[in-house]
């Protein structure tokens, strides 16, 4: 369970933020509001399963599945 | 080349900034208009725009210098592009330091504008903050408490639209009046990293508040060797420190969006319906296609009458000046070196017009951060980016635009890997030396009951270019050592529908720089070229004309002058016979002489080498050689010049010169070779160096001729 990271998720899931395990990928990852405690929705995948496309902080943000994979988070139960 | 900023004391200086999609641009526009300049801020590729603009507000007369800074999310920059926004803003002895800020918000996504916000009120700049896209954040019922959310900021924040030039008139009178400086700190820097902060504070008289001190502990950590030092013994560490920054920053934004906003309901089913076509695995791609096919073929096709028109309009011009101005040697520069070196430089504006005209639809609708989304993957594996597809497609039609184009790759490396392999692409003026020399050697017939085999090679010539300009970006991306990291964490922007001035300006931009920039560089090489077929070495090129009306007057079987004094007055074929002499004794004739040996290995005598040499300024410009050498008389008329290249035979051996081998060897080396001014001098203005031009011309030289080389030696 705590192994879960952004890269993991399915379209649709969501999940909160807990930590980052690339340092100088969180400073980036930071400033762009995925703060831990933030809550994120997997929105799609990629043709070819990367990159992928996330929902946090009131937008749409992309990256790449590496870079997901260093974003740790712990799922929540979809409300919709 | 820099365009100097020109400021007087009386104007204000103000610099505008904002994350990628803020609508800074469109901001910037509305507020200048035409009056902005582009220029280069010194060391990074990124465009320097600046507008001085004079304003009556308030019955007073306001002169208002500003500053379009690269859009960012944070003042930690992440690549020397990001770096200029950073020493502009604090450096109060830059000369472009402002007076005031604007910090441009997308009202939809306040809490990342928030952000960047807050760094300019900690570095306590004076500063107003631009509420950007409040149309669309109400029509989403999106709330915003203006006043309550500049009260929590102590700095004025004032709802617009620049789309609509809404706020426009109110923003300017705030921008006239306000001096202030924020009225508090955003957030409590002083327990971040304090040794490190204490250290800086006590190294500086002035005293320094919390957040600068931090702020330059971060800067001084990455480019003074010295502090490093000293930072890393009090345990300093920049990663550290900023993401400390960062989450208190977002906490404090926090507090504000729960008491100033009220959510909307996000976005439409309409939207996401759109959105997952356009990224669907099978559709996703069509479209992009579709697309593409519709750029490449207006690039291709529609440029061409504007084309012909700015070509024949010079041609006219030309010939209106034959007629009217003395003869001499003056007037023989200004026509044939100059007007004629004009022409090769505004003949490209209709493409680059054009494909600016698709790139600025794609990116303000907000289809090209789709199209790298599903292209990132297929482009990582040779080292590009999901957004150098574009230049690279475009780059079938002119290398000219889309090399320009490669400003929306972001990376450093992943740019410089496009710039280098775009030329590769078979381009538009690749087409008529094809053409030529595939009627010449390839034989008309079918193949397979339904394919011509001139068109297949002629396609195979394209495919040639491609898989080359593939595999030249994976070795590329092995040898080039990449600055910084590559990332695609970016924004998927809202679409939006594209905005007609944001398109106009970007067109205007891009043609400006392109005919004031790269034209000079055109310019002068279509000059010197043009020296270099005009005059020779000796007494052999100036006795040229008398010794073929000598020549004529002996073997008496073509019309011929009579001598006036020292003048000969040649007619009919003895005209074409000049020139091709005239040619051939030439410095460039000499040079094509002189590079003989090295070219001989290929299957080209000296006339190739002329024609390699003159088509320096353009790759067309083989065909023309070709017929002046041949004495075909220089229209561009296919049927004699390849009737008299047929023709040609070697004097050793007795064969034909433009056996298969030969002509297919040349082909190869049209496709590989960098025989194109503008694409130089486009590279040069691109990466603000001599340094890649050189590297790519030698290489794709080397490349032509060890290609031409083994084409040459497996068919003869």
């Known amino acids: 369970m705590n192994n879960d990271n952004l890269a993991s998720l399915n379209p649709g899931e969501k999940a909160i933020i807990d930590s980052f395990t690339d340092a100088e990928l969180s400073v980036k990852l930071l400033e762009m509001g995925c703060t831990p405690g933030e809550e994120v929705m997997m929105e799609k995948v990629a043709p070819f399963g990367d990159p992928i496309a996330v929902r946090v902080a009131g937008y749409t943000l992309s990256l790449r599945l590496a870079e997901a994979a260093t974003v740790k988070i712990h799922r929540v139960k979809n409300t919709n | 080349m820099s365009s100097h900023s020109r400021t007087s004391p009386d104007q204000k200086k103000i610099a505008l900034i904002g994350n990628p999609n803020s609508g800074k641009s469109t901001l910037f526009n509305a507020l200048t208009g035409l009056n902005q300049r582009t220029g280069n801020f010194p060391g990074v590729t990124v465009d320097k725009k ?234 996703g791609y069509v479209i992009f296609l579709f697309i593409m096919l519709a ?211 970007l067109i205007f931009e891009k043609v400006k720089v392109f005919l004031f920039d790269a034209g000079k560089v055109i310019l002068a090489i279509s000059v010197v070229l043009w020296v270099l077929a005009s005059f020779g070495p000796g007494e052999d090129f100036k006795n040229v004309e008398r010794d073929i009306a000598q020549f004529n007057t002996i073997s008496g079987d073509t019309i011929f002058g009579m001598p006036e004094g020292n003048q000969f007055v040649l007619k009919g074929d003895a005209i074409k016979e000049l020139e091709s002499r005239k040619l051939e004794l030439s410095y460039a004739g000499r040079l094509g002489k002189f590079i003989e040996p090295a070219i001989k290995p290929l299957g080209y005598d000296w006339k190739i080498g002329i024609s390699l040499i003159t088509s320096l300024a353009a790759r067309e410009v083989f065909v023309g050689t070709m017929a002046t050498i041949y004495g075909a008389g220089d229209d561009e008329n296919v049927e004699p010049i390849r009737e008299r290249m047929r023709n040609a035979t070697d004097p050793d051996t007795g064969k034909p010169i433009y056996s298969l081998a030969v002509g297919l060897s040349l082909m190869v080396f049209y496709a590989f070779a960098l025989q194109c001014v503008s694409t130089i001098a486009v590279v040069k203005r691109e990466t603000q160096s001599w340094k890649w031009p050189v590297i790519q011309f030698v290489f794709m030289g080397v490349l032509a001729w060890v290609a031409s080389f083994v084409t040459y030696q497996i068919l003869v």
């Open chain 2, 50 to 283: 600046t507008a001085s603009v004079t304003r009556v507000v308030d019955k007073n007369e306001h002169s208002f210098f500003y500053i379009d800074l690269p859009g960012t999310y944070s003042l930690y920059p992440k690549s020397p592009d990001e770096e200029v926004a950073t020493s502009i803003l604090t450096d109060k002895n830059n000369k472009d330091f402002p007076d005031l800020v604007v910090v441009v918000a997308d009202a939809t996504s306040l809490k990342r504008s928030l952000f960047l916000a807050g760094q300019i009120i900690d570095l306590n700049l004076p500063c107003v903050l631009a509420l950007n896209m409040m149309d669309e954040a109400e029509k989403s019922g999106l709330q915003i408490d203006i006043g309550r959310l500049s009260n929590r900021l102590g700095i004025p924040v004032l709802p617009i639209s620049a789309r609509n030039k809404d706020g426009i008139d109110e923003l300017e009178k705030l921008l006239a009046s306000h001096n202030d400086l924020p009225a508090y700190r955003f957030i409590d820097a002083s327990s971040i990293a304090k040794k490190a902060t204490d250290l800086v504070k006590a190294e500086h008289k002035d005293r320094w508040e919390d957040y600068v001190a931090l702020y330059r502990a971060n800067r001084l950590y990455e480019t003074d060797e010295n502090w490093r030092e000293r930072l890393d013994a009090v345990g300093f560490s920049p990663t550290t420190a900023q993401a400390e920054e960062s989450l208190s920053r977002y906490g404090i934004i926090a507090q504000h969006m729960e008491a100033c906003i009220r959510k909307g309901s996000g976005r439409s089913p309409m939207i996401k319906k759109i959105d997952a076509l356009i990224t669907h695995r099978v559709w």
């Open chain 2, 295 to 505: 750029v490449f073929q207006s690039i291709f096709y529609l440029a061409e009458y504007p084309m012909t028109w700015i070509e024949n309009g010079f041609a006219s011009l030309q010939e209106w000046c034959v007629s009217v101005m003395p003869e001499g040697m003056l007037t023989d520069l200004f026509i044939n070196g100059i007007l004629a070196g004009l022409s090769g430089v505004v003949v490209f504006v209709p493409q680059i017009a054009l494909l600016f005209f698709f790139i600025a639809m794609l990116e303000d609708s907000g289809y090209m951060a789709r199209v790298s989304f599903i292209m990132d993957k297929l482009m990582r594996k040779i080292g590009l980016h999901g957004r150098s597809v574009i230049p690279l497609i475009s780059g079938m039609a002119c290398a000219v635009p889309a090399i320009m184009g490669t400003r929306t790759i972001s990376n450093w490396k992943e740019r410089i890997i496009t710039i280098m392999v775009t030329p590769l692409m078979s381009c538009s003026a690749r087409l008529p030396v094809y053409t030529l020399l595939i009627s010449l050697v390839i034989p008309d017939r079918m193949v397979g009951g339904i394919f011509h085999l001139q068109g297949l090679v002629l396609m195979g010539m394209y495919l040639l270019g491609f898989i080359m300009a593939i595999l030249a970006a994976w070795i590329l991306h092995i040898v080039i050592k990449g600055k910084g990291r590559s990332w695609f964490v970016m924004e998927l922007p809202v679409y939006r529908i594209p905005k007609w001035s944001n398109v106009f300006y």
